[in-house]
């Protein structure tokens, strides 16, 4: 089958390029996986801590090829019914009643049980066509003949039944309907499934698909998230905000601030009109980047060390 994004795929560096147009700025390695992955037809397993831009990387799969993201949050307890498909038992129910005011009509000239008998049966097949199936994201993303981003979004909070459900269906790209037969896909879905380790992944989906493992970034690359993500921001002020973060992720904290939170800090030092870090500024604005009080605890007692070195290094 010829592969539609052909074009978007040729090189790891036009990878890049085009994600960071998306305001997505990947690092080599994980421009390299992208291009792998479409190439073999593998999905991409993607870990990393909460908020490093797993889910976002998705996303701008979505952009850049210009293709619709289906995504499918995993939980505990999520089912067939609730990723692949299920019957649309209302409209079957509406069809029953037409039917049954039909029977006459229906069974008109049917001179025995037999005939009568399969006069109904074929009336019985239209219950289980396309028409009364309603496709969840599983086979939406099968039934996209143009292609789509297929998102399993922390896959490692669902059971392990359902992860060898998926399996299944990642090794074919094609489901089976016991009413209806084999839905193929017409044009493979790009997949991305992400982890946030809450629990060991089998061995048979990780050889399955491509790893890809995104830590926090360096702090040459989180200045350029920043500058794609928050235009506007001064140079300066953008070199005191990833470098008082990198500060802060070296304490032992319960959680360390991500890039996302990054992110969101900038925007609001952007909009507080603020041209340079101060420990007033940062204590005023802290709740942004850390969630637990303990941890803002163990941040205040090193802030203004912490604040100093983030100014000094501009």
Sequence with gaps: MEK??????????????????????CS?????????AY???????????????????????SLYLEAPLIRLQCYEGLDESKALYEWKYG?????????????????????????????????????????????????????QKEGAVLLVDEVDKSDQEFEAFLLEILSDFQVSVPEIGTIRAQEKPFVFLTSNNTREMSEALKRRCLHLYIPFPDVRQEK??????????????????????????????KKAPSISETIDWARVLLLLHASSLSASLIRDTLNVLLKFEEDMEVAGDNLHDMVRRAVVKT
């Design 4 to 25: 539609k994004y052909l074009t978007k795929f040729e090189t790891a560096e036009g990878i890049r390029d085009g994600f960071k147009k998306t305001g997505y700025v």
């Design 28 to 36: 080599r390695q994980v421009a390299t996986t992208l291009y792998l």
């Design 39 to 61: 190439h073999l037809d593998k999905p991409i397993l993607v870990e990393g801590p909460a908020g490093v831009g797993k889910t976002e990387l998705a996303k701008s799969a």
């Design 91 to 143: 409209k079957q129910l509406l069809y029953t009643q037409i039917l049954k005011d039909k029977l006459n009509e229906i069974l008109d000239g049917a001179g025995d049980l037999e005939s009568s008998m399969e006069k109904l049966h074929a009336h019985d097949d239209i219950f289980f066509s396309p028409r009364f199936l309603e496709p969840r994201p599983l086979l939406r993303a099968l039934q």
């Design 224 to 253: 350029e998230i920043i500058r794609v993500r928050v235009p506007g921001l001064a140079d300066r002020l953008r070199h005191q905000i990833v470098s008082f973060v990198h500060e802060l992720r070296r304490l032992d904290l």
